[in-house]
Nanobody, 121 residues
């Protein structure tokens, strides 16, 4: 079982920045580097969409077209954390942001509880 806890959300004006963090439970201490980690977001009435994904070793990253050049995903396997640096935020980035861990041993996925990001003037 993997528990994920997101933090770092809040309210910011357009053009501003936020840094989201996702901390995995200590149970992943020896295996965290095997999990692909992702950030998703969801607005009410819309489907959850992938924002960014990073491989277990951290050497492969992919981003949604809507955030390329503005968001950056990184991880620290020693600290069991994944970070999403969000710059030049736009109103359309407003959403609940979720961290996801994909098990390397099958199809199991683990989700955090989410952190709210609001971009408004």
């Amino acid at each position: 079982q993997v528990t994920l806890v997101e933090s770092g959300g809040g309210s910011v004006q357009p053009g501003g920045s936020l840094r989201l963090s996702c901390a995995a439970s200590r149970s992943t201490y020896n295996t965290f580097n095997l999990y692909d980690m992702s950030w998703f977001r969801q607005n009410s009435g819309k489907e959850r969409e992938m924002v960014a994904v990073i491989s277990g070793a951290g050497n492969q990253r992919n981003y949604a077209d809507s955030v390329k050049g503005r968001f950056s995903i990184s991880r620290d396997n020693a600290k069991l954390t994944v970070t999403l640096q969000m710059n030049d935020l736009k109103s359309e980035d407003t959403a609940m942001y979720y961290c996801k861990a994909k098990s390397p041993w099958g199809t199991t996925e683990y989700w955090g509880q989410g952190t709210q990001v609001t971009v408004s003037s």
